[in-house]
């Protein structure tokens, strides 16, 4: 069986939704034992989000960032789960929560107490708004999109529109698991731990990229455009004859390559030798007449004649698909996008990890676990000698 990149750590999951369990199915996916800690009887919020609900009625919300982990179920209000949650803790290599500021400590595990105990934990903490004025502001993906920008730059002029996914919690899961990672290895150096804190705000405004250095260098705020570019014409989606094709032009060597095939096509000639469009600039300068020209041309042929010749031409573009023929797509590419994880009693279908690691692949040895599933197993291991910290509990599945 190959190795994974962090199968010698240990973490101790305390999140619940979607960042915080996404930055622990990511290490856990790299070879980490994950020990998810859930509330008796109810388990993670999204167990109860649904529809839509597997065949055997697994909210598959929840079922999206939660394989490769243990879950055993701890009352941390009470003082016989909080004993056992700071063994836990004392035991990790790693402890990610993303709870309310301020309850960690309640629970006697804050970052302080347990680094007493164990100076080598990486502690990983998520908030909406961090720890300051914004503690008591609840960190929910769309109200952070609202407030941080993210959604006035998103859907169509005056329609201010959130994201399809929750991609703030995406986005905030995946640089925690860069901090961590960046812990862990200065840890290799020097053999200490350290907190790592992270915002969902602050992870949204760093993801706003070019959007954020044009605020910041001009002082005018974007607008929504649509599927539009504010630097970049033509670069947005475009009618044709059956579905709507995405056409990108990122450079006028592209641009002169999309003119060719309208040419070739008789659809919309000329346009390459119109000074109005020469240069990116020109276009983006008279975007409002260029686009209806391309949109009535577009119009003509269906989207597969259009992305067959544009693409043959070296001009980036596809058609607009739903997710059930992006996944087509990816398994006509050889991606293979999907991933099965079959247990005695169920099977459970993953989206495919996208890292490909030559010596130490990406592992899928456990499906999202039922609720409080190795509660006995993860027990009677804490219950052990600290030269057994790594050894998963027999039984458990790890690594299988």
């Avoid at 910041?216 to 599927?227: E, I, K, Q, R, V």
Wanted: net charge negative.
């Amino acid at each position: 069986m190959s190795r994974g990149s962090l199968d010698d750590l240990v973490v101790a999951d305390f999140t619940r939704v979607l960042a915080g369990p996404l930055a622990t199915m990511v290490l856990g996916d790299l070879g980490a034992r994950v020990i998810k800690v859930e509330r008796p009887g109810v388990g993670d919020d999204t167990r109860a989000w649904g529809p839509p609900h597997t065949a055997d009625g697994e909210s598959t919300y929840y079922l999206a960032a939660n394989r490769n982990k243990e879950s055993i179920t701890l009352d941390l209000s009470s003082a016989e789960g909080r004993t056992v949650a700071r063994q836990l803790a004392d035991r990790a290599d790693v402890l990610v929560e993303n709870f309310r500021p301020g309850q960690m400590d309640r629970f006697g595990l804050s970052y302080e107490e347990v680094a007493t105990t164990n100076p080598g934990v990486v502690y990983c903490s998520l908030t909406g708004f961090g720890t300051g004025a914004g503690a008591s502001l609840p960190g929910y993906d769309p109200v952070v999109q609202a407030v941080g920008g993210l959604m006035s730059v998103t859907g169509p002029p005056g329609s201010p529109s959130k994201t399809g996914v929750a991609l703030v919690d995406v986005i905030s899961g995946l640089y925690a698991t860069i901090g961590i990672l960046a812990a862990l290895r200065d840890r290799d150096r020097t053999g200490a731990g350290q907190r790592v804190e992270l915002t969902l705000l602050g992870s949204e405004l760093a993801a706003l990229a070019n959007l954020a250095s044009a605020y910041l260098h001009t002082g005018a705020s974007p607008t929504a455009m649509g599927n539009a570019h504010p630097s970049i014409v033509p670069y947005q989606d475009f009618r044709t004859a059956d579905r709507p094709l995405f056409v990108g032009c990122g450079n006028d060597r592209q641009w002169r390559a999309l003119c060719r095939v309208l040419d070739a096509e008789g659809t919309a000639g000329g346009l390459a030798a119109d000074p109005r469009f020469g240069r990116n600039p020109d276009r983006v300068a008279h975007r409002d007449v260029l686009v209806p020209l391309l949109a009535a041309a577009f119009t003509r042929r269906s989207a597969e004649h259009w992305a067959d010749r544009l693409a043959a031409a070296g001009v980036p573009c596809g058609p607009v698909n739903d997710i059930g023929a992006a996944f087509e797509l990816a398994s006509r590419l050889g991606l293979e996008p999907v991933v099965r994880m079959v247990e005695e009693d169920r099977e459970v279908q993953q989206v495919a990890s996208p890292l490909r690691l030559s010596g130490t692949p990406v592992r899928y040895h456990r499906a999202p676990p039922r609720l409080g599933a190795d509660t006995v197993e993860v027990l009677r291991w804490l219950a052990g000698p600290d030269s057994g910290r790594h050894a998963p509990p027999p039984g458990s599945g790890h690594g299988g």
